[in-house]
């Protein structure tokens, strides 16, 4: 009965989470993959030739008021007649983008990644998004041609960060949520103080080569965002935040298995395969089962196959 239970639950869980938002995970395709480490390359050279010739208005922001992602016009330097480009207009006014974004790196799929944040707001709010979290926030997505491939514009629908592509999972936890809101007589919330910004990040961090419609294959992506809110998830309900699941600290949960039944602990009700529900293995009632290890051995009870004590009939 416990193992029925066990299968339902988990069941339920994956189903949710293969319905999760855009821009979600990529497709099945059946285009040949190329080598990631070559790719990554080719990934980088392309967004760092568009950074060098391309800007944006950057006086528009930094005077302390809430802007929107409308207002990050990105425009192509000027061009001669033989294609080559010419110098930034107005530079004290304009900044190339190569110019005013960071440069960061990450490992997936065993290949170091860079990519690129343009932060014109950090978000005065104290939280700050886990990369397991569901997030409230409107954006914009563009191809290094402008085409626009995808957008939200209404932030009532949260989005499961683990459900998304890993670019996401890279940038929206360096960013601050809102630090104010209010509710309007028409049901709409306006916020301030949120986060704002733009990634660039390579395909190796996106689709890769299996883009949903309208993406090719290998695209280097560009997201602007306004991020409102966020809120950590427990995603097998176990009383276990889903980030701290992540237990090698590699900001990958689906590697985190202790009891080997080929389900993630994110996802595992019995972390541990001991027939005690996690849930129930939170001895001292304080929520959090983490905390429990009641033979002292350096091992909370709910990852410690030799500790079965329950609150379940308490």
Same mark, same amino acid.
């Given at each position: 009965?416990?193992?029925?239970k066990?299968s339902?639950? +988990?069941l339920?869980?994956?189903?949710?989470?293969?319905?999760?938002?855009?821009?979600? =995970?990529?497709?099945?395709?059946? +285009?040949?993959?190329?080598?990631?480490?070559e790719q990554?390359v080719? =990934?980088?050279d392309? *967004?760092i030739?568009?950074?060098?010739t391309h @800007? @944006?208005?950057?006086?528009?922001?930094?005077d302390g008021a809430?802007h929107?992602?409308?207002?990050?016009?990105i425009?192509?330097?000027p061009?001669?007649?033989?294609?080559?480009?010419?110098?930034l207009?107005?530079?004290?006014n304009n900044t190339?983008?190569?110019?005013?974004?960071?440069?960061?790196?990450t490992?997936?799929?065993?290949?170091?990644?860079e990519? @690129?944040?343009?932060?014109?707001?950090?978000?005065?709010?104290?939280?700050?998004?886990?990369?397991t979290?569901?997030?409230?926030l409107?954006y914009?997505?563009?191809?290094l041609d402008?085409e626009i491939f995808d957008s939200? +514009?209404n932030?009532n629908?949260?989005?499961? *960060?683990?459900?998304l592509?890993?670019g996401?999972?890279?940038?929206?936890?360096?960013?601050n949520?809102?630090?104010d809101f209010?509710?309007?007589? =028409?049901?709409?919330?306006d916020?301030?103080?949120?986060?704002?910004g733009?990634?660039?990040?390579?395909?190796?961090l996106?689709y890769?080569?299996?883009p949903?419609?309208?993406?090719?294959?290998?695209?280097n992506?560009?997201?602007k965002f306004?991020?409102?809110?966020?809120e950590?998830n427990?995603?097998?309900?176990?009383?276990? *935040?889903s980030?701290?699941?992540?237990?090698?600290?590699?900001?990958?949960?689906?590697?985190?298995?202790t009891d080997?039944?080929?389900?993630?602990?994110?996802f595992?009700?019995?972390?541990?395969?001991?027939g005690?529900?996690?849930?129930?293995?939170d001895?001292d009632?304080?929520?959090d089962?983490?905390n429990d290890d009641?033979?002292?051995?350096g091992i909370?009870?709910? *990852?410690?196959? =030799?500790?079965?004590e329950?609150?379940?009939d308490?």
């Open positions: 009965m416990m193992k029925l066990n339902l639950i +988990v339920v869980l994956l189903v949710a989470s293969l319905t999760s938002c855009k821009p979600d =995970d990529p497709e099945i395709s059946l +285009v040949p993959e190329r080598d990631r480490t990554q080719l =990934d980088r392309s *967004l030739g568009y950074m060098e @800007y @944006y208005s950057s006086t528009t922001f930094g809430d929107t992602m409308d207002e990050i016009v425009t192509e330097l061009q001669d007649d033989d294609g080559n480009y010419l110098a207009p107005d530079p004290d190339l983008l190569i110019d005013a974004v960071e440069t960061h790196t490992t997936h799929e065993e290949i170091v990644y990519f @690129y944040i343009l932060r014109l707001n950090q978000g005065d709010g104290e939280y700050s998004p886990n990369f979290d569901d997030i409230r409107v914009s997505g563009n191809l402008e939200a +514009v932030p629908l949260p989005f499961d *960060l683990t459900g592509i890993q996401w999972r890279n940038v929206i936890p360096q960013f949520v809102s630090s209010i509710v309007n007589g =028409d049901g709409t919330v916020y301030s103080g949120y986060g704002l733009v990634m660039f990040i390579p395909s190796g996106a890769f080569s299996s949903p419609f309208g993406v090719p294959v290998y695209s992506l560009i997201f306004e991020l409102y809110q966020a950590a427990d995603h097998d309900f176990d009383g276990v *935040l980030h701290l699941e992540d237990l090698n600290g590699n900001e990958n949960i689906n590697d985190d298995d080997d039944d080929s389900i993630p602990n994110f595992d009700p019995d972390d541990d395969g001991d005690v529900f996690t849930i129930f293995e001895i009632g304080d929520g089962p983490s009641t033979d002292d051995d909370p009870n709910y *990852l410690d196959e =030799d500790s079965t329950s609150t379940e308490s």
